[in-house]
């Protein structure tokens, strides 16, 4: 665990594996920490050297005050990278990591060499969808949607699982300040246009029973970008990495070796 202090904004990151191991960079979602992707990392390839994160207002990092634009997000991710050193990295990016990763790629093509596009989209719901939830959150908090929450992010199976209460937890004691915060990126995010001009590769990951961003966006989203692939993972929500991470680990391991980077 360690805090880059990078002016406006001070990162809380972790990075695990050799520094010699070839780089990953892992975005995690609204209103969830870097330990989103713990599930997945034993089951990972011996040897990468894994970067993780807390973006703004998120985890342990430090919460300015909103709200926030994507461009913030996506150069609190440069100017991370630039500051360890990673550089042609894959970088995994899930839901709102998943925008971060479509912007950075349009603007320094040389951090990274491939990338996942999990659970996300070129665009994500609308502008009065992220309006309503910014005031909801203002006027009652996150716990006032916590439930609703749950219900997007989780297949039917999971929601009976007493590991729900872990990911509940993890959402709601989060800053509402800093969740609303990328609430108002995500609103003001369309990739659609600059998304289509990418030529790296990349992978999309869907759940099927994902309420936030459907399989459907997904797939138009990956399509965006010639040569790409697209897994659907079954019985799994918004978070396929929680619910799958087996299966999860293995397309991105799939992946890791098809473009050479593993």
Not at 176 to 181: E, F, P, R, T, V
Request: some cysteine; hydrophobic content about 40%; overall charge negative.
């Amino acid at each position: 665990m360690h805090m880059a202090d990078l002016g406006d904004v001070r990162l809380h990151y972790r990075i695990d594996g050799p520094k010699d191991g070839a780089p990953v960079v892992f975005a995690n979602s609204l209103g969830t920490d870097l330990r989103l992707w713990d599930p997945i990392l034993p089951l990972l390839p011996a040897g990468l050297r894994i970067l993780r994160y807390d973006k703004r207002g998120h985890g342990l990092s430090s919460c300015p005050s909103g709200p926030y634009a994507m461009g913030a997000l996506v150069g609190d991710a440069e100017r991370l990278m630039d500051h360890l050193g990673f550089k042609d990295a894959l970088f995994v990016g899930l839901s709102i990591g998943g925008l971060i990763a479509q912007g950075l790629a349009v603007k320094r093509l040389d951090l990274m060499r491939a990338m996942v596009l999990s659970n996300t989209g070129a665009k994500i719901g609308t502008k009065d969808l992220w309006a309503e939830r910014i005031a909801n959150v203002e006027a009652g908090g996150i716990e006032s949607m916590a439930d609703a929450t749950m219900e997007r992010w989780f297949s039917k199976d999971f929601l009976a699982h007493v590991d729900l209460e872990l990911w509940r937890n993890m959402l709601t004691r989060q800053p509402d300040a800093g969740y609303a915060g990328c609430c108002a990126a995500i609103s003001g995010s369309d990739f659609f246009t600059t998304t289509a001009t990418l030529r790296l590769p990349t992978l999309g990951i869907a759940g099927s029973e994902d309420g936030a961003t459907p399989p459907d966006l997904m797939r138009e989203t990956t399509g965006l970008i010639p040569g790409s692939q697209f897994h659907l993972i079954r019985r799994a929500g918004h978070l396929p990495c929680v619910e799958k991470p087996q299966e999860y680990a293995q397309v991105i391991t799939d992946f890791m070796r098809s473009v050479g980077h593993i």
